[in-house]
Nanobody
Framework: VQLQASGGGLVQAGGSLRLSCAASGRAVGSSGMGWFRQALGKEREFVAGISRDGSSTSYADSVKGRFTISRDNRRNTMYLQMKTLKPEDTAVYYC?????????????????WGQGTQVTVSS
């Protein structure tokens, strides 16, 4: 599985962005997927996860009610709609996939990672 994240940029606090993660490879449709982020000088943290068919999602407490994860298996693409962005959301955002179907918060369980896309929220 190969992953390509895009959609990051500079936005003012309160604004919105939508990240995309284009996936390729034989196991894409059966992979659990997730978004993680890493702010400068901090550990990588879980943002959201989505099951193979999109029926199950999970979120970090810090983004619940503001971010929405989704996927379109026909287009082999996962999305992260981010609203009401805050300066503390500033980070490099990474998408990840696990062909075994894991979509939880433990980064070690994901086998494949995208290159990351920078999100910067100004106050």
């Amino acid at each position: 599985v190969q992953l390509q994240a895009s959609g990051g940029g500079l936005v003012q606090a309160g604004g919105s962005l939508r990240l995309s993660c284009a996936a390729s490879g034989r196991a894409v449709g059966s992979s659990g997927m997730g978004w993680f982020r890493q702010a400068l000088g901090k550990e990588r943290e879980f943002v959201a996860g989505i099951s193979r068919d999109g029926s199950s999602t999970s979120y970090a407490d810090s983004v619940k009610g503001r971010f929405t994860i989704s996927r379109d298996n026909r287009r082999n693409t996962m999305y992260l709609q981010m609203k009401t962005l805050k300066p503390e959301d500033t980070a490099v955002y990474y998408c990840a996939a696990d062909p075994e179907g894991y979509s939880g918060s433990v980064s070690d369980f994901y086998d494949y990672w995208g290159q990351g896309t920078q999100v910067t929220v100004s106050s």
